[in-house]
């Protein structure tokens, strides 16, 4: 992986913690976290020092992400569903995890990938994309939400056969909706889809 890679990889599992680059779904492509602490000794002295700056600063946030994330897990894998609380866990999830994301970024941690950008491409897709992520930040959570609630009804001991082609039903539509809404915004399919459609919403940043 090259050096202008690795930085998001450690970044975030750095910052995420407690919760781990899987469960938090952070925002990029799932890479292994157990590389991480090689990769973070590979980072200059100052941003190691913002990064640990930023974990301790950040504390209390994601230890609610951590307690947020057990419940959610709880609630899903109940024998009978609750749905209505599987759907406020998960915004209060998505939530936090957009308040991470949102600290990331005044730390200047938090950015999408960099690249050669002699031309200014990339710095023109970058805009692109932040815009997109502004944009879409409440389909994004209804996306994040609504998954979370298939998971319970399929978790269920007895199996709501209708509810759950409902819901798969209407994840599905709010997917490509998110993938229409990528398209016209001039963005590639790949940027929206396993790299930051799904994990970006909230921290998947669905």
Known sequence: MKAKQVFMVVLLAMTVGLVGLQ????GVDEQDSSSSPRHFQKLDDATKAKI????????????????KRAEQIA????????????????????????????????????????GDDKDGSNTEKRAKIGKF????????????????????????KTLDT????????????????LQEKAKEAGLPRHSHGKGWGRH???WQFS
């Not at 469960?23 to 952070?26: K, P, V």
């Not at 992520?133 to 009804?153: N, Y």
């Not at 209708?162 to 909706?177: H, M, N, W």
Request: charged share 35%; no cysteine.
């Open 133 to 156: 992520f502004t944009d879409t930040k409440e389909l994004r959570r209804q996306i994040f939400v609504k998954r979370a609630e298939q998971q319970s009804l399929m978790h269920s």
């Open 23 to 26: 469960q938090a779904n952070a």
């Open 200 to 202: 970006h919403q909230g």
């Open 52 to 67: 640990e700056k930023f974990r301790a600063d950040t504390k209390d946030l994601r230890k609610q992400m951590a307690v």
């Open 162 to 177: 209708e509810a759950i082609a409902k819901i798969t039903g209407e994840v599905f539509d709010l997917k490509t909706t």
């Open 75 to 114: 609630l899903i894998k109940r024998d009978s569903p609750d749905v209505e609380a599987v759907r406020k866990t998960s915004g209060e999830l998505f939530d936090l995890k957009m308040a991470m994301m949102e600290k990331a970024k005044t730390a200047e941690l938090f950015m999408f990938a960099k």
